[in-house]
């Protein structure tokens, strides 16, 4: 079987914690893994299951051009943040090109440079972009955003009677 390019290590290493294959070695390159998964494939009769590999993958939204190309709209913006909103030394004529980019590179949120990007010009002007992420995205900054606040130290307050002796 022929596993499509469109499908990365990871989404091949996903597919196969998801399915408990546990022989296979996860730090080899993406050509070994495939190796192993379609050995394993040939050897359980499990082609039909995983048939699916060999179309292009469906969760997966942009080639790396195009996501090179978003990138440097949010780079774009967040430069146009850093100069102070000042419109004469970007690349946008008004606020309305900045909002028509934003809303073009808002389907884009699981790119960081994105919510970085639309999280300034929330912050700026009145109207509220919303960043569309996948699921797996949205659970992954939940996490870390739970470990920060877990991190950070806490107030104690005790209250009662201390007795402080000077000699």
Partial sequence: MRIHETYTKKDIVKIIEE?????????????????????????????????????????????????????????????????????????YKDKNDLLKECLDISNYGDISSVRRAIKFVNNKYPFFIELNMSDETKNKLDHKIQLKKDATPKLFVKVGKVKVLFD
Avoid: P
């Fill in 19 to 91: 399915n408990n294959i546990n022989h296979i070695d996860f730090k080899s390159t993406r050509y070994e893994i495939v190796k192993e998964f379609n050995k394993w494939i040939a050897e359980n009769c499990c082609h039909e299951k995983f048939s699916f590999l060999e179309g292009e993958n469906k969760n997966k939204k942009l080639t790396i051009k195009e996501r090179n190309e978003i990138i440097i709209k949010a780079q774009q913006i967040i430069s146009l943040h850093k100069n102070g909103y000042n419109y004469s030394s970007s690349c």
